[in-house]
């Protein structure tokens, strides 16, 4: 598999990229042991039924990681790192939810005379039905 790195001089401010996931059961056990989460809302059905969502909800770390596969991989992809990240959690997510993740550039600068140079970006995450479920801000630095 071929792998294009990164290079500064192909993005600007406006560039968009997306992925698509469904979530399923297993992605969320997966991610509960990964993590060490098990809260009950995550994992356990009857405590999940008795709070306001009334079924189990998914971690805000797996919808997160729509975001930093997205970062890491398309936009702006390999040769890159993903220095800070700052979210708003927006809306519940549920097993079976399709979740895109938006990621757009909506600043490009440097420092250190050019030799650090950086993408601001916008990272959202939406639902099946377009609502927002995570909107959130990235810096990434082109290594």
């Known amino acids: ?13 406006g560039d968009k990229a997306s992925h698509s996931k469904t979530i399923t059961e297993a992605d969320i056990i997966l991610f509960a042991g990964l993590s060490g989460d098990f809260n009950p809302l995550h994992v356990n059905d009857e405590y999940a039924r008795s709070t306001q969502f009334g079924k189990r909800v998914v971690h805000g ?10 970062l890491g991989m398309k936009l702006p992809g390999p040769g890159t790192m993903h220095v800070s990240q700052k979210l708003d959690f927006k809306k519940p997510v549920f097993a ?4 895109t993740a938006v990621a757009e550039v909506t600043e490009k600068f440097t420092k250190k005379e050019g030799k650090l140079k950086f993408l601001r ?20 630095i082109i290594l």
Request: glycine residues 8%; proline residues 0%; charged residues 20%.
């Open 61 to 70: 770390g797996l919808a997160f990681s729509m975001i930093s596969g997205l």
């Open 1 to 13: 598999m071929d792998i294009k790195l990164a290079i500064w001089d192909d993005y600007n401010v």
């Open 121 to 140: 970006i916008k990272t959202d995450v939406y639902n099946q039905e377009n609502v927002a479920v995570l909107e959130g801000e990235a810096l990434v």
């Open 96 to 99: 079976g939810d399709t979740l």
